[in-house]
Nanobody, 116 residues
């Protein structure tokens, strides 16, 4: 059974930082592209950042220079370090595991709220 369990969300003031974690089980973690997506009320889910099994990263323009994605293969965990947070970053953040688009899994989401 595949599980992706996010943690680390919460309420923070604008300009602050949070680190999201996603612990994966039931998959060969090192073989997957791991990613973070977010969805704000009334909006579609959007890509935040991904990291491939080879360590290549990709991130949306709106987070470049502020958010960093990383993995710890020994812990089967993917992180999203979020700095310089803005109120428009408020959303539910979802962890994603993708193996060549054939096997795709989602976490339950964690709420991030940035106050102005």
């Amino acid at each position: 059974q595949v599980q992706l369990v996010e943690s680390g969300g919460g309420l923070v003031q604008a300009g602050g930082s949070l680190r999201l974690s996603c612990a994966a089980s039931g998959i060969i973690f090192s073989s997957y592209t791991m990613g973070w997506y977010r969805q704000a009320p009334g909006n579609q889910r959007e890509l935040v950042a991904t990291i491939s099994s080879g360590g290549s990263t990709n991130s949306a323009d709106f987070v470049k220079g502020r958010f960093t994605i990383s993995t710890d293969n020994a812990k089967n965990t993917v992180y999203l370090q979020m700095n310089s947070l803005k109120p428009e970053d408020t959303a539910v953040y979802y962890c994603n595991a993708d193996f060549r688009k054939k096997f795709v899994y989602w976490g339950q989401g964690t709420q991030v709220t940035v106050s102005s």
